[in-house]
């Protein structure tokens, strides 16, 4: 019997002296939350554990930070360690989340309950230290149509940080549009700062559409870790503004295509010239207005069906601002147009075709069209500045004829032999001048070069990288009509500048690099133009000097 007691003794010291199981439990702070605020995860348990496995969180929650203490403690002669972990969770949507089991070291957790309420209106009032509010341009906007949303948060306390967040609606697009500006306001008596966000919101199919509320989540001092985990008063802030239903309308019936839903368009001359030349270049720059839309939404400018001229468009120059919480875009365009012969030119004005959303009509903004009287090109002859000089002498040879072969000039009765001597040497110059061309000519024809000097006017257009301008100074080197490009073409004796001047035809035409077509004339035309021989020798276009 006494045997029988001692065995039963040892079995009951051996039990207490083996290892207790891992110890492990979870719990938060508070199992009901507003929307946007944070609560404290802890986790709590025997085993040296430097973190928990966080990453199934990360769907639902956003996580804030996490801290890591341990403790010893002596009881009853024993020594227990423990270890807590805790992480700030922000959920991500209202609603009944649970929280799952989570992996520490050996041990599991249990899952957790929690409730996130929705936000509450809020208003600015006496004692609103501190609230976000969102607005819409367009509550009953259309399928596809911009609508403007502004995000504003106010506050009159001070801050040391946080964040201001704005989530996409189910079935529409949503993205920030510039940066965000700060100014003060007062509401109800009190001096607010504020902190204005805009975004653009595009729904994607019709019926309801919920913006979620946007949520700002803070701290009022900048120790993150004793706010969320410490004793004493909590210090972090979190507010958020109710969400906006929207109802959107699906595209109508009578709606034209391309689809564009507006509240307004205007088009307008931002330079019109009255006269023009022929074969130069004028500017016509054009502004087009849209308002309840981005730059990118809207058709480029063109100015088409222009006979008897060439045009040749500039990249356009367009801009989104948001006024008052309402988007507008601006685009202008410069336009650059080479009449082909003098007189009257008429040119259409640009149009376009929209969907009014206010008032829920098709329109079509135009512009009225352009008159230019084009005067005659620069380099043509007129009859009077030529035929002055003629007319003088042929008066004069007239006069000394009916005085029977009078002198006209008594200065010159007593010196016939100077004028005579003075001819000869003239002519002979002239002979001498002549030969030391012909020479040159034979010598750069018997060298196969066909180089000419880089005219004037082709230099200037190659080094403005103007394409009409660098068209015109070709065609007239080449003695052709204004901007024939094919003729330039079929006379250049050299493989890189007709290279060249087709990547001018491509870029012209729409279809090309600008930027490749300027670096590709700048090198082939830069020691001048090199043409084909004519069909006959330049030796004959003028006699020998001393025929036989």
Partial sequence: MMRASRVGLWL???????????????WLDRNEINFGETVALNIETDQSVDAADYAPLEKQFDIAGQT???????TNGRSRSRTLLAVGLRPRAPGVITIPPLRVGAATTEPLRLVVRPPAAQSANASSDLFVETEVDDDHPYVQQSVGVTVRLNYALPLQSGELTQDP????????????????????GRRYRVVERHYLLIPERSGVLTVPGARFNGLRDSDVFSSLFGGGDRQDVSVAAPARRIEVRPIPAAAGQPWLPLRG???RYLRKPARARAGEAVQIEIGMTAEGATDVQLPPLELEGVAGAQVFADPAQADTQVIDGKLRATVRRTFSLVPGQSGPLTIPGPSVSWWDATAGVARTTQLPPLQLDVASASGALGGGAKGAPAGGANAAAANAAANGGERSSPSTAGVPGRWAIAASLVGVLLLVSLGICLWSRRLASASGGQDRPLPAPLAKALDKGDFAQISLALTRQANLQADDLEGVLARLDDASQRSAVALLQSALWGDGSADDARRALRAAFAAGARWQKPASSRSDLLPPLYPM
């Fill in 12 to 26: 009951l010291l051996a039990c207490l002296a083996l290892p207790v199981h891992a110890q492990t439990r979870a």
């Fill in 265 to 267: 368009l205007s088009l």
């Fill in 169 to 188: 609606p189910d079935g529409a697009t949503l993205q920030q549009i510039g940066e965000d500006r700060r100014y003060t306001r007062d509401l109800d």
């Fill in 68 to 74: 890591l203490r341990r403790s010893l403690e002596w």
